[in-house]
């Protein structure tokens, strides 16, 4: 069988999509994020399923209309550079080029779900292994798993479910396309390569064993990544570091967005207990030469923004996340800022709780001292970056079950 490369697969999954019935199809959905790791996940597990059911139709699926692409300069690198045939990170300045991934990639506002008969497709969830709010309608649909995050206990006649608490998902999608391509005699896509290694870059710090993210699963796909992507080189290692550090710096590229665009690039919500809970995650910092608030004037103008986010996603309880490495700038390392805004359907009695309860966990959380905060919010320092978004959400729910 002739090799089908990654690109021709993503224009024919397009074409394929304009030009059948739209039955018999799988849409391969990464989360609502959109960002590297569930973007690649869903290209690339797609690819290689379609490479294994060359009968079948696979559908890789952003979870995120095509217009919000723009806010995710990191992928926008990342897509640019695996296109390229060179294996050296360059520059690639934004927009600089046609992004021929991007422009044949499907995004969730390209699909109208509701008019789709749910006997004509299925669903494979990459990077989440629980339908975003507002598609629990899909859920019937989900036929495959496959995720990095803590099991929520759904879908469990889901074939395949995999689920494994590793540094990025596309660590578990270079396993199932390193078993694939030691069972097939086809030859390694080296757009696929770059795409998996710039998410478990990114997801790992470099495969930093510091922060507690990274597994041998993350280390093991780097190994075969790296070596098919880079080759034999010498410089392997170095371009490795120059690949991730260009992949870091377009992701904290966020100064130039609004606020409303930093609070939803990096955005995900979930209903427990029947209150929406909502988090915005966003490499950059609040305080200090070149932050948030010296861009935007001071607390209050955040506040309001906050607010403003908030009140339009009717969220109960919104959490804004900022991770940041200073490198030692005014004696500050790796550190995290956290604003917690509660809404009026969360009563005082219970902020409280849900703070206190926050206190006690080993996130090691400092006060921020502000001088004017509205009811019922909070700000907090947390130094290290050990606790994530993806540790610290079921902590949080695990809290918000027992107090509603």
Same mark, same amino acid.
């Given at each position: 069988?002739?090799?089908?490369?990654?690109q021709s697969?993503l224009?024919?999954?397009?074409?394929?999509?304009?030009?059948t019935s739209?039955?018999?199809l799988?849409?391969v959905?990464g989360n609502?994020s959109a960002?590297?790791?569930?973007l #690649?996940?869903?290209?690339?597990y797609s690819?290689i *399923?379609?490479?294994?059911?060359p009968?079948s139709?696979?559908?890789?699926?952003?979870?995120?209309?095509?217009?919000d692409?723009?806010l995710r300069?990191? #992928?926008?690198?990342a897509?640019?550079? !695996?296109?390229l045939?060179?294996?050296?990170?360059?520059?690639?300045?934004p927009?600089?080029?046609?992004?021929?991934?991007h422009?044949?990639l499907?995004?969730?506002?390209?699909i109208?779900?509701?008019?789709?008969?749910?006997?004509g497709?299925?669903?494979i969830?990459?990077?989440?292994n629980?339908?975003?709010?507002?598609?629990?309608f899909l859920g019937?649909t989900?036929?495959g798993?496959?995720?990095?995050?803590?099991?929520?206990?759904s879908y469990l006649?889901?074939?395949?479910?995999?689920i &494994?608490?590793?540094?990025s998902? #596309?660590?578990?999608v270079?396993e199932?396309y390193k078993?694939?391509?030691?069972s097939?005699?086809?030859q390694?896509?080296?757009?696929l390569?770059?795409?998996l290694?710039?998410?478990?870059l990114?997801?790992?710090g470099n495969l930093?064993t510091?922060?507690?993210?990274?597994?041998q699963?993350d280390?093991?796909a780097?190994?075969?990544?790296?070596?098919?992507?880079?080759g !034999?080189?010498?410089n +392997?290692?170095?371009?490795? *570091?120059?690949?991730?550090?260009r992949?870091?710096d377009a &992701?904290?590229?966020v100064?130039?967005?609004s606020s409303?665009?930093l609070?939803r690039?990096?955005y &995900?919500?979930?209903i427990?207990?029947? &209150?929406?809970?909502?988090?915005?995650s966003?490499?950059w910092?609040?305080r200090?030469d070149g932050g948030?608030l010296?861009r935007d004037?001071?607390w209050?103008v955040?506040?309001e +923004?906050?607010e403003?986010w908030?009140?339009?996603r009717?969220?109960d309880?919104l959490?804004v996340m900022?991770?940041?490495?200073h490198?030692?700038v005014?004696g500050r390392?790796a550190e995290?800022e956290?604003?917690?805004?509660?809404?009026?359907?969360?009563?005082v009695?219970?902020r409280?709780v849900i703070?206190?309860?926050?206190?006690?966990?080993?996130m090691?959380l400092e006060?921020?001292e502000v001088?004017?905060?509205?009811?019922?919010?909070?700000c907090? /320092?947390?130094?290290g970056v050990?606790y994530?978004r993806k540790?610290?959400?079921?902590?949080i729910e695990?809290?918000?079950? /027992?107090?509603?």
């Amino acid at each position: 069988m002739a090799h089908m490369s990654l690109q021709s697969f993503l224009n024919s999954a397009k074409q394929r999509l304009k030009s059948t019935s739209r039955s018999n199809l799988t849409f391969v959905l990464g989360n609502e994020s959109a960002d590297l790791d569930s973007l #690649c996940s869903a290209i690339g597990y797609s690819y290689i *399923r379609q490479l294994q059911q060359p009968n079948s139709t696979f559908i890789p699926l952003a979870g995120i209309p095509r217009d919000d692409f723009k806010l995710r300069l990191d #992928c926008d690198y990342a897509f640019r550079y !695996s296109v390229l045939p060179s294996v050296e990170p360059i520059e690639i300045p934004p927009n600089s080029s046609e992004n021929l991934i991007h422009e044949n990639l499907t995004y969730l506002d390209e699909i109208d779900f509701k008019s789709l008969d749910k006997a004509g497709f299925k669903l494979i969830l990459t990077d989440h292994n629980k339908l975003a709010n507002g598609l629990e309608f899909l859920g019937d649909t989900v036929d495959g798993v496959i995720d990095h995050h803590v099991d929520s206990g759904s879908y469990l006649t889901a074939n395949p479910r995999i689920i &494994k608490v590793v540094g990025s998902t #596309c660590s578990l999608v270079a396993e199932k396309y390193k078993e694939y391509l030691s069972s097939n005699s086809d030859q390694f896509d080296p757009t696929l390569g770059k795409l998996l290694l710039s998410a478990i870059l990114i997801d790992t710090g470099n495969l930093r064993t510091d922060q507690g993210r990274t597994t041998q699963t993350d280390v093991d796909a780097v190994e075969f990544l790296s070596t098919n992507v880079f080759g !034999s080189t010498p410089n +392997r290692e170095t371009f490795q *570091r120059e690949y991730f550090e260009r992949l870091s710096d377009a &992701k904290s590229s966020v100064r130039h967005l609004s606020s409303r665009d930093l609070l939803r690039k990096d955005y &995900k919500e979930w209903i427990i207990s029947r &209150k929406l809970l909502g988090m915005s995650s966003l490499n950059w910092f609040f305080r200090g030469d070149g932050g948030w608030l010296q861009r935007d004037g001071d607390w209050k103008v955040l506040f309001e +923004r906050f607010e403003e986010w908030r009140s339009e996603r009717r969220i109960d309880l919104l959490v804004v996340m900022t991770s940041f490495d200073h490198k030692g700038v005014n004696g500050r390392g790796a550190e995290r800022e956290w604003v917690f805004m509660f809404g009026d359907g969360v009563n005082v009695a219970d902020r409280d709780v849900i703070v206190e309860e926050l206190l006690k966990t080993p996130m090691n959380l400092e006060d921020i001292e502000v001088v004017t905060k509205p009811s019922g919010v909070y700000c907090f /320092r947390q130094v290290g970056v050990e606790y994530t978004r993806k540790k610290l959400q079921p902590l949080i729910e695990e809290i918000m079950k /027992r107090v509603f």
